[in-house]
């Protein structure tokens, strides 16, 4: 069984930093996909980020430029680096993992507070 854990969520003011961090059990890790997604009360999931096996990202317009996706398969940990927060980066975010051979896992989310 594949687990997710989330972890360094809180609150920060706008134009601070995060990083946040997601550990994966089980030993699918390194041969998939992985991507943070993001949910602010009262609006759909949304897509953030994502990094292949290959180590090629891909950021939604509303982040690039500000955070940074990055993956240690060592650790089967992978990271979002947050960089000039802004409040409507306000969400629980989650990580999941995905691939062609695999259903998708999802983590239980962290909580990302942006004061303004």
């Known amino acids: ?40 009360p009262g609006k759909q999931r949304e897509w953030v980020a994502s990094i292949t096996r290959g180590d090629n990202t891909y950021y939604s317009d509303s982040v690039k430029g500000r955070f940074t ?10 990271y979002l680096q947050m960089n000039s927060l802004k409040p409507e980066d306000t969400a629980n975010y989650y990580c999941k993992i995905f691939g062609p051979n695999i259903r998708d896992y999802w983590g239980q989310g962290t909580q990302v507070t942006v004061s303004s």
């Open 69 to 78: 996706i990055s993956r240690d398969n060592n650790k089967n940990t992978v």
């Open 1 to 40: 069984q594949v687990q997710l854990v989330e972890s360094g969520g809180g609150l920060v003011q706008a134009g601070g930093s995060l990083t946040l961090s997601c550990v994966a059990s089980g030993n699918i890790f390194s041969v998939n996909a992985l991507a943070w997604w993001r949910q602010a």
